[in-house]
């Protein structure tokens, strides 16, 4: 098949803008701050959730009070500078797959004992980043709060801030990955430390039966 000068000059273009795409979905914000909720110094009440990493690229906090809001995770944040930052949350309503009323999961984001106006957990089937407006930060060093407000499974995984008003922080599992990375300053790949003859993954039955052999 020949191609002409003009489906040489199409997919060049096409290329450059999916390769442009990709490049400003994974690009990091104007004096971002990324806090994984797992990172939290306290958790409180809220449960740390393992299980589906391999779908959404990390683990998360659960506020799992059987209907008791429980108590609030609390951590320390420093910031860059002080200013306005736009606050994303990620998150989701976890009963919006069937359609089920009520928004079981809704929490609160604090800033040094302050809630936000927005109410997180109230939107979204899937994991995504919900936006919760604007924040004055007035000094480095802050005191984030999740405030469950259900006991009803409330989930957090990351809180954004960012200066850049109009960022839109990637939620594609391929680019969130890099990105989280970058946020956070970690290496893009595993570091290697020592060699094992056997590493086994996981507590469950079949983890501590191969553990267990394996010492033996």
């Given at each position: 098949?020949?191609?002409?000068?003009?489906?040489?000059?199409?997919?060049?273009?096409l290329?450059?803008?999916?390769?442009?795409?990709d490049?400003?979905?994974?690009?990091?914000?104007?004096?971002?701050?990324?806090?994984?909720?797992?990172?939290f110094?306290?958790?409180?009440?809220?449960?740390?959730?393992?299980?589906?990493?391999?779908?959404?690229?990390?683990?998360?906090?659960l506020?799992?009070?059987?209907?008791?809001?429980?108590?609030?995770?609390?951590?320390?944040?420093?910031f860059?500078?002080?200013?306005?930052y736009?606050?994303?949350?990620?998150?989701?309503?976890?009963?919006?797959?069937?359609?089920?009323?009520?928004t079981p999961?809704?929490f609160?984001?604090?800033?040094?004992?302050?809630p936000?106006?927005?109410?997180?957990?109230?939107?979204?089937?899937?994991?995504f980043?919900?936006?919760?407006g604007?924040?004055?930060?007035t000094r480095?060093?802050?005191?984030?709060?999740?405030?469950?407000?259900?006991?009803?499974?409330?989930?957090?995984?990351?809180?954004?801030f960012?200066?850049?008003?109009?960022?839109?922080p990637?939620?594609?599992?391929?680019?969130?990955?890099?990105?989280?990375?970058?946020?956070?300053?970690?290496?893009?790949?595993?570091?290697?430390?020592?060699?094992?003859?056997?590493?086994?993954?996981?507590?469950?039955?079949?983890?501590?039966g191969?553990?267990?052999?394996?010492?033996?």
């Open positions: 098949m020949r191609f002409t000068s003009r489906w040489f000059y199409l997919l060049a273009g290329a450059i803008t999916l390769i442009s795409a490049c400003v979905a994974a690009s990091k914000p104007t004096d971002g701050v990324l806090v994984e909720a797992e990172s110094d306290q958790h409180g009440g809220w449960k740390l959730d393992t299980q589906f990493i391999n779908i959404m690229g990390s683990p998360y906090l506020a799992h009070g059987l209907g008791q809001p429980v108590a609030d995770a609390k951590t320390t944040v420093q860059p500078s002080t200013g306005n736009r606050v994303f949350v990620r998150t989701k309503d976890w009963v919006a797959p069937w359609k089920a009323p009520g999961g809704r609160q984001l604090a800033i040094d004992g302050k936000l106006d927005e109410t997180f957990g109230t939107k979204s089937a899937n994991w980043w919900h936006d919760g604007t924040v004055e930060i480095p060093e802050v005191e984030l709060s999740l405030h469950d407000l259900t006991g009803f499974e409330g989930r957090c995984d990351a809180i954004l960012t200066k850049d008003q109009s960022y839109a990637p939620n594609e599992m391929a680019p969130m990955d890099q990105w989280r990375k970058a946020m956070l300053g970690l290496p893009d790949q595993p570091e290697k430390t020592k060699p094992y003859d056997l590493v086994v993954v996981g507590g469950g039955y079949s983890g501590m191969a553990a267990i052999s394996a010492a033996r």
